[in-house]
């Protein structure tokens, strides 16, 4: 039996860090709901449920589409909706962490250090290290900035 909860903890904690992932490094990827499945498994390993390793997998599985097929539409909802997702950054200051260019660079916004680009029509073509700037959208894990002396 000790062995069980063993396995259940070490399914939760995988379910743990996958969501974490999605949440903190791989917005978008979908490991939220894989998370989601893992830490089912866990959850019904506690109850005494799937003993072998392909009763588990296979839960892993329908756990983690059951999640998506039960979330994906209110999270796209939730990440659309005002104030949901990224749009409280947009008109948030930020200051170069180095060189931004329209290909690249970081910046810091509210104490986070985040990848970011100038956008297309700057007037500049680099936003010098510690120069400011103003999110004007999020792409996918990095913010698109207008500098603020341009």
């Known amino acids: ?13 995988v379910g743990a ?3 974490g992932l999605e949440t903190l490094a791989l917005p978008g990827v979908g490991l939220f709901f894989a998370g989601l499945g ?3 498994v866990g959850v019904a390993l506690l109850l005494g449920l799937p003993h072998t390793l392909v009763a588990q997998t296979t839960l892993f599985f329908a756990a983690t589409a059951l999640w998506t097929l039960l979330l994906w539409k209110p999270m796209k909802r939730l990440l659309a909706s005002p104030g949901g997702g990224y749009s409280d950054m947009i008109g948030q200051p930020v200051v170069a962490d180095g060189e ?10 509210s104490g986070t250090i985040m990848s970011a ?8 073509e ?3 290290d510690k120069a400011t ?3 004007v959208k999020v792409d996918g894990g990095t913010v698109v900035v207008t500098p603020d002396n341009a």
């Not at 039996?1 to 904690?13: G, H, K, N, S």
């Not at 931004?100 to 916004?109: D, F, R």
């Open 1 to 13: 039996m000790e062995t069980t909860l063993d396995i259940a903890y070490v399914w939760m904690i």
């Open 17 to 19: 860090l996958l969501v």
């Open 38 to 40: 893992a830490i089912t």
């Open 100 to 109: 931004v260019t329209k290909k690249g660079g970081q910046v810091k916004w």
């Open 117 to 124: 680009r100038l956008v297309p029509d700057a007037g500049i």
């Open 126 to 128: 680099r936003m010098a």
């Open 133 to 135: 700037g103003t999110i």
